[in-house]
């Protein structure tokens, strides 16, 4: 289908957890629309993590062009600043070229950040550098928890499981004077973009479960082992952000026998489920914009039927 017209048409931004169907729907628009997807997934920017993060297939990327996807080693920071950027500029070009833009992925901060704008919180690299280097260990880290539970109460009660995040938090009240949960709820009063038209995928809880058992077993059977295998050996483990993918945890616990094969199946769906818990947690309370779409259901023809019916 051709999308000519004297204005664009809103692009469509598929958001929902693990295993909702993202990318079969996205490819789907894009096949139907002239599109061209830009991956809003944080892990499948990292080259070699094919099988661990779900990327589309080789065939796939091959028919459809994919943005986002194997820009950086594993050995690479890549954050949410980076992200906005490089996606600002896929959208440029993907329009340039008479395309629709396909925005598709779990992220749930690259997303809300696309689309309402990056947070308002500062930051400072020499800072931050110091403070990893002080705290980003299993050693240290438990000071800046001490620290915090006197100068900001809040921010370690909202992040106190998340290293990464405790950490950005005490730099932003650093800087601020401010704990990080304040600012954020500021940021939350923003409009969304206009140029965009959000949706959500919506799993019956039951069958979502049942779907992401079925894909880490299929994700297994295809080599997920072995792919982890080699990149554990290339220090995956010390990377510092290409580690928070799902699964490679489980598996490195398999490869060093504290966890028996049978088990490791359902020790990564139990990780998985409770990360997608999270993922709809945040879609339900960062996106108010969005169509909530219950799946199973023919959710091309409503994203379809939303980006090109007139603005009201």
């Keep these: 289908m051709s999308i000519s017209r004297s204005k664009p048409l809103p692009f469509p931004v598929i958001m929902g957890p693990t295993a909702s169907g993202k990318t079969a729907l996205a490819l789907e628009?894009?096949?139907?629309?002239?599109?061209?997807?830009?991956?809003?997934?944080?892990?499948?920017?990292?080259?070699?993590?094919?099988?661990?993060?779900a990327k589309p297939t080789l065939e796939e990327r091959r028919e459809i062009p994919h943005h986002l996807i194997d820009i950086v080693e594993t050995t690479d920071k890549f954050d949410v600043f980076r992200f906005v950027d490089e996606a600002e500029k896929c959208l440029t070009e993907i329009r340039s070229r008479g395309h629709l833009p396909i925005v598709a992925g779990g992220s749930?901060?690259?997303?809300?950040?696309?689309?309402?704008?990056?947070?308002?919180?500062?930051?400072?690299?020499?800072?931050?550098?110091?403070?990893?280097?002080?705290?980003?260990?299993?050693?240290h880290f438990p000071e800046l928890a001490a620290l915090m539970e006197k100068a900001d109460p809040e921010d370690l009660a909202r992040f106190a499981a998340n290293r990464r995040k405790l950490l950005r938090a005490w730099e932003v009240f650093q800087l601020s004077g401010q704990p990080m949960v304040r600012l954020q709820e500021r940021w939350k009063t923003t409009p969304?973009?206009?140029?965009?038209?959000?949706?959500?995928?919506?799993?019956?809880?039951?069958?979502?479960?049942?779907?992401?058992?079925?894909?880490?077993?299929?994700?297994?059977?295809?080599?997920?082992?072995?792919?982890?295998e080699h990149f554990l050996g290339a220090g995956l483990d010390r990377a510092p952000t290409a580690w928070q993918v799902l699964g490679y945890r489980e598996i490195a616990a398999y490869l060093n026998g504290t966890v028996p094969l049978a088990d490791l199946p359902g020790r990564i769906a139990t990780a998985t489920w409770q990360f997608a818990r999270r993922q709809n947690t945040w879609f339900r309370t960062q996106h108010p914009e969005a169509v909530r779409i219950p799946m199973p259901s023919s959710a091309a023809e409503t994203i379809l039927r939303k980006i090109t019916e007139p603005a009201s």
């Design 108 to 139: 749930g901060l690259y997303l809300r950040a696309m689309l309402y704008g990056l947070d308002p919180m500062p930051s400072d690299p020499v800072l931050r550098a110091d403070i990893d280097r002080q705290f980003d260990n299993d050693e």
């Design 29 to 53: 628009i894009a096949r139907r629309m002239d599109g061209e997807i830009i991956s809003a997934d944080s892990m499948q920017i990292y080259r070699g993590l094919d099988i661990g993060t």
């Design 192 to 228: 969304p973009r206009p140029d965009a038209r959000s949706f959500v995928l919506v799993w019956d809880p039951a069958v979502l479960k049942q779907r992401i058992m079925e894909r880490c077993r299929a994700m297994l059977k295809a080599g997920w082992i072995e792919e982890a």
